[in-house]
């Protein structure tokens, strides 16, 4: 895997606002976390606290990595400044969305844009995010708020009173702006949270800290974005990365099996997956509409495409209705 690199330069705003680019290139692995954790140490050290990290080179970012961008993004809004990422590429994006996180930063494809997003607001002046939320009849609207907005649920609530309420994430405390009564989910912790016509807020929290939910094309290298979802459940669960690996490999199997022989590799078709993070166990679920399969869960080590899956897991099962196919995996600790 390529080493990780990465130079900085000195921009300003129209307004003067000065503003620190930073090129990222090759890979941020476990080697190199520590690398960039010191380059955001050095320019916290030179009071410099607007930074747009350009990751037009980078190839790949583990876990690890965006859990720290996550931390100084927070230490920089401390000072009064802003972290903003540009040109992420596509496998970078999916780890964003499959941790939950693509909602916490802003995200744009030009450099113009990023460094312009660090004026200052004038006197009056609101800071507009655009949204799209469903509107009954499912169609993409348009509204606009201020602060963080809480991605929203379609929030079916035709002909009720708008109610505009800003409330504080009953979970992670950040302010978020709900444009009228619906279901809501914070775009920091995935709580979600439900205004009523009377304006009361309630929060639930997340269905579970270590569950992760993903819904993919039905194409074979989509799966290679599980490892590392796969990695981090067995880190989360306390277990070797080798147990990890081992989960990864049965969990593409799995899943290449749906899109091959349920779906018939048609790419517009999705594969349903639910990864989920115990203490001493990592397990997960697989769905797939399409044709149903002639499963059973005692032939599955007879499958040559799943034979070695069943070898390395605890527990491998598969049923089918009129729904469609379903695997469930576990991995205990070894």
Known sequence: MAGFEYTTRNTNTSSGIPVTVVALSGAIDPGSVETLDNLFKELLAQ?????????????????TAMGLLVRWADKFAEQQGRLIL???????????????????????????????????????????????LKTPDNKTASTTSREEEAAPQPPGNAGLPPVVTETACGQCGITLTMGGPGRYRCPRCRAFLTLTPEGKVETSPQRSANEIELILPAKADYLGSLEQVCLTAAGQAGMEQTNGVEFFKALAACGNYLITEALGGVESERVHIQVQATKG??????????????????????????????????????????????????????
């Not at 606290?49 to 037009?56: I, R, S």
């Not at 312009?116 to 995010?129: D, H, M």
């Open 86 to 132: 540009l040109q992420i590429p596509t496998r970078v994006m999916m780890m964003l969305e499959m941790l939950g996180l693509k909602e916490f930063f802003k995200i744009t494809t030009e450099e113009k844009a990023a460094v312009a997003s660090f004026e200052v607001l004038g006197e009056g002046e609101e800071e507009i995010v655009e949204m799209h």
């Open 281 to 334: 166990m990592v397990s997960a679920r697989l769905f797939a509409a399409g044709k149903v399969l002639p499963l059973e869960t005692s032939t599955l080590p007879a499958v040559a495409a799943l034979s070695e899956a069943a070898g390395n897991l605890d527990k491998l099962e598969f049923f089918a209705n009129n729904k469609g196919n379903f695997f469930i995996l576990e991995k205990h600790t070894n």
């Open 47 to 63: 009071e410099q606290y607007n930074v747009v990290l350009d990751f037009q080179n980078l190839k790949y970012m583990n876990s």
